[in-house]
């Protein structure tokens, strides 16, 4: 059975041991529709070699968080199943240097979400997502805002599925990044 709770820095090393890694074997392509006149299509393309994304090796770990950021108002949850470490997910206040759907107090940020390769497709994910849901309905917020990137095709169709808006393409978000430059930044949102 999953149980998801709220954790404190002394659980985060249960929480960086949860892989986010995933394969990458299709993406969405960012089309112009009309010249760009009429918007942006995204089409969902195989890629010719597959890749993995976010391996544990170059994953921030979750302890240097406390080094960057007042954790104090946020909220960190774990995932087990039968005592064992399955999933994660940290939500917190719009802080000024986050990218977020809208540029207003009342947002809150989903900062981090992750499954276990083996637990995924069986609600771990869902679960997480509600708690964080929970977390920013009962201080207020009334939008909860998430980031992904166009080449992470699982979770756009989790927080589509979930009653998440796309509400923000940002084709050159990363450009100041060699190793993900060719990605493009898709802001989902969910109004609480």
């Not at 529709?33 to 890629?47: F, Q, T, Y």
């Not at 007042?70 to 909220?75: E, H, N, S, V, Y």
């Not at 979930?162 to 493009?184: K, N, S, V």
């Amino acid at each position: 059975m999953i149980v998801v709770e709220q954790i404190s820095s002394e659980r985060f090393g249960a929480y960086s041991g949860i892989s986010p890694e995933f394969t990458v074997t299709s993406v969405f392509e960012c089309d112009f529709v009309s010249g760009g006149s009429g918007g942006l299509l995204l089409r969902e393309k195989p890629v010719s070699t597959p890749y993995v994304k976010y391996d544990l090796a170059h994953d921030e770990n979750t302890r240097d968080w406390a080094k960057r950021y007042d954790l104090g108002t946020w909220g960190i949850f774990l995932a087990t199943d039968d005592g064992r470490p399955v999933g994660g997910a940290a939500v917190c206040p719009r802080m000024p240097d986050m990218v977020a759907s809208q540029p207003t107090d009342g947002v809150a940020v989903l900062f981090d979400i992750r499954v276990a390769p083996a637990h995924r497709g069986r609600g771990v994910g869902t679960a997480l997502l509600k708690r964080c849901i929970e977390w920013a309905k009962d201080r207020g917020h009334k939008v909860l805002s998430i980031e992904t990137q166009n080449n992470n095709v699982p979770a756009c169709r989790f927080y589509a599925k979930a009653g998440c808006e796309l509400a923000d393409i940002r084709r050159f978000a990363y450009a100041h990044c060699p190793e993900c430059a060719h990605e493009a930044m898709l802001i989902w949102q969910l109004t609480l």
